[in-house]
């Protein structure tokens, strides 16, 4: 089979030889294109090949009908709304992700981000310090539970909320379990979203929601950045000067939240999986679901069946 391992944001050298070499170990050519700057190069290097690896790229109905033998999508990671998975179902393409391969990273993440934030970013004021604070983790999935378990070394107290995960599961993990999100928002000093995009979570961290976070409190997002209600943040934010924003989902409005100074803060680029250790892990993870898929037709992290 024909692989194409097509990523605008290139894996590391060392994962692509690791990538490379498992599906090649299994009889198939690889293809590679890195880096590309056009969306004209993806519609050309897909057109005859049997699966594809990506990362964040997005896979839109027209790439999708310029690949007429794809039968495998896999994407290196959790997320996967930069998929088309609805119309990858109609074309009869199966739709991967690699789900705790980054979550890792991206736990660490939130508290190289948390410690700066709480710590005034460093400006040589005084600042306070995490332990005994209340975190709020806000979906109990691999990355919520690798932020629990970093959040014990800080001495936290952890609540969390997940609408899809029994509260039996969050507190056999020595985690308090509430009731609701909003019950989450009310007793969190730090609040850590890790919910997906979806119909019922775009623009659901609204006024009324965040307003709910005690005062100096930390609203953190390493999750997506549609979860965000822009707008009514910026509202908040301008009313209550408590509050403290940092994402690493750099904001549609990253220019009105700068106007916050001292309270906002934004990564450059998405960040969170990028670790060498969370690039390979993910890549190879693809690789390895390709292979099982052509071998034996294993579908088990299939997310559009």
Do not use: W
């Amino acid at each position: 089979m024909k692989i194409l391992i097509a990523t605008e944001k290139s894996f590391a050298p060392a994962a692509v030889k690791n990538i490379t070499s498992e599906l090649e170990g299994a009889g198939h050519e690889v293809l590679l294109l890195e880096k590309y700057t056009d969306k004209a190069q993806l519609l050309e290097a897909v057109k005859d090949v049997d699966a594809m690896i990506v990362r964040s790229d997005k896979i839109t109905p027209d790439v999708l009908d310029a690949a007429n033998q794809l039968k495998i999508i896999v994407r290196a990671g959790a997320g996967y709304d930069s998929i088309d998975t609805k119309y990858a179902k109609e074309k009869n393409v199966v739709v991967e992700n690699t789900p705790g391969q980054n979550s890792s990273a991206v736990a660490e993440l939130v508290f190289g981000m948390l410690v700066y934030a709480i710590r005034n970013f460093y400006n040589g004021k005084s600042g306070t310090e995490l332990k005994g604070k209340k975190l709020g983790i806000l979906a109990f999935g691999n990355v919520g539970r690798n932020v629990a378990r970093i959040a014990k070394g800080f001495d936290m107290d952890v609540y969390a909320y997940d609408a899809f995960c029994p509260a039996e599961a969050i507190e056999a993990a020595g985690v308090h379990a509430v009731k609701t999100q909003n019950d989450l928002f009310k007793v969190s000093d730090v609040l850590s979203l890790h919910i997906p995009a979806t119909p019922d979570t775009i623009k659901s961290i609204n006024y009324e929601m965040v307003n709910q976070l005690p005062k100096k409190a930390i609203l953190l997002n390493t999750a997506r950045k549609e979860v965000i209600n822009e707008e009514e943040l910026l509202k908040l934010m301008a009313e209550r000067e408590d509050l403290k924003f940092i994402t690493d989902i750099k904001p549609d409005a990253d220019e009105e939240f700068l106007k916050f100074t001292g309270r906002y803060f934004s990564t450059p680029k998405k960040m969170g999986a990028q670790t060498a250790e969370a690039n390979l892990n993910a890549g190879v993870a693809a690789a390895k679901q390709i292979n099982a898929f052509f071998e034996t037709g294993d579908t088990t992290f299939q997310v559009n069946k």
